[in-house]
């Protein structure tokens, strides 16, 4: 009976979606944008034999360069004018952000509003092609030491610079079609492809897992058995992210009101929930980023390499996943202190006559919610790295690399936060229009706009 009233409530659903045009809208324009996308990840360069391709595939299956590709969405592994992906705008947005907390004329540019926005996103975009330039020329010089034979013209100075320009102009405009997602579509455009792009590996991961262990060998030792064992495990850590991602702490809010005769009584009590990990995935991401850096650096080649780079080329190593979960926790203090702003909450509720119980307001109200955001940001920090760590427990323990991403790690955080920012703006939709939402149990907390 459950079961009939909740397909009951998601086929209601759809007809309410179906109902609202500006919804209906949004979500045919994202997914024709990600149609366009996924289409141009299978658009070859010019002049490169796709049936020459094998070492660069070779090269892809495993290590950081299968994390490459599948940020890519198979793009890479493909020669495909979307090989570079959107990971280079992702570099030049920390830059910029970091030169944004130093550099007083950014700084300046921040408190402008609209007008200083548009100037930053567009010193952003020039970073972009700055770095898209050498990274298109070291993807070059790898394509033809790995997959020589798929060129098939004349591998000089007029391929070189002809590709590296499409390259680049590829980059570009993916970006333009996650602004385009951002603007006229649903969700965060930049994360939704990056998520495409993973969602594109999952069955080739799933099929990499399963086939082996049902094969004859792998059925007479449990293959099955162990299968459905990672799918638990996998299903725990989903639940996991989960929770971590609409995590809270709320504090109790009293307003105050003006009874009959001038005086003032304290009004109903509300609370304030400050999300335990405010800056949802993109801790995550950004030190995937800054994580791809020294590989681009070194060369994609990881033969004859020195021990540092070998360690940082292999996304299973102790020392690449320790100086990973660092880097998360760092940008998730960095980034929940751009996106929470003590002061202004405090300021918005002294003025609409609104306090803490026990705290005055102002400035002693402000240090009391940083000090609070600062107590949660830790733990839910070091949650944060230890799940995007576990695909390296995962591949010590016999799972294929492939199927081990999406054991938590990068994979699945950026799948569970993209998916609830997403829901969140169909649920907004709904609720603004008076309909049921997607859940009976009351809103998506997705991530903080």
């Known amino acids: 009976m459950a079961n009939k009233l909740s397909n009951l409530k998601f086929v209601q659903t759809i007809k309410n979606i179906w109902k609202v045009e500006d919804l209906r809208v949004r979500i045919g324009i994202t997914l024709l944008f990600v149609a366009i996308y996924r289409f141009g990840s299978f658009v070859v360069l010019p002049g490169v034999d796709t049936a020459q391709l094998g070492g660069l595939t070779n090269q892809t299956k495993d290590g950081l360069m299968s994390l490459l590709d599948m940020f890519s969405g198979g793009a890479f592994s493909n020669a495909s004018i979307f090989a570079l992906g959107i990971m280079p705008y992702i570099s030049a947005s920390i830059v910029v952000q970091l030169l944004a907390i130093v550099v007083p004329s950014f700084q300046k540019m921040q408190r402008e509003g609209e007008s200083g926005r548009r100037k930053i996103n567009q010193y952003t975009r020039y970073l972009t092609i700055a770095i898209l330039i050498p990274q298109g020329i070291a993807y070059l010089a790898n394509l033809k030491a790995m997959a020589g034979p798929a060129i098939a013209v004349e591998s000089g100075w007029a391929f070189m610079i002809t590709s590296t320009i499409i390259l680049a102009a590829g980059s570009m405009f993916i970006l333009w079609l996650g602004e385009r997602i951002t603007d006229k579509g649903l969700g965060n455009g930049v994360s939704l492809i990056i998520m495409i792009g993973i969602i594109a590996r999952f069955p080739q991961a799933i099929a990499q897992e399963l086939i082996p262990l049902l094969s004859t060998e792998g059925a007479a030792s449990g293959g099955l058995v162990k299968f459905l064992f ?220």
């Not at 709320?250 to 009004?267: D, E, L, R």
């Open 230 to 449: 990672e799918i638990v495990v996998l299903l725990l850590v989903i639940c996991a992210g989960v929770a971590l991602l609409r995590g809270t702490r709320k504090i109790p809010v009293q307003y105050a009101k003006q009874a009959t005769g001038g005086a003032v009584v304290s009004g109903a009590r509300q609370y304030l929930p400050l999300k335990v990990n405010a800056a949802n995935v993109m801790p995550i991401i950004f030190a995937q980023a800054i994580m791809f850096i020294p590989m681009v650096i070194m060369g994609y080649n990881s033969e004859e390499q020195s021990w540092f780079a070998l360690q940082m080329n292999d996304h299973t190593s102790w020392l690449y996943n320790l100086i990973f979960a660092l880097l998360i926790i760092l940008f998730t203090y960095f980034y929940t202190a751009i996106t929470i702003n003590p002061m202004q909450m405090a300021e918005d509720m002294k003025r609409n006559n609104g306090f803490i119980p026990g705290i005055k307001p102002g400035k002693p109200t402000a240090e009391y919610i940083d000090t609070i955001m600062s107590r949660i940001t830790l733990p839910g920090s070091l949650f944060l790295a230890a799940i995007a760590v576990l695909p390296a427990f995962a591949s010590n323990f016999g799972v294929q690399q492939e199927f081990a991403s999406f054991f938590g790690g990068t994979s699945l955080l950026i799948l569970v936060g993209v998916v609830l920012d997403t829901l969140q703006q169909i649920e907004s939709h709904l609720m603004m229009r008076h309909y049921d939402g997607l859940l009976s149990s009351g809103r998506i907390k997705g991530r903080v706009g």
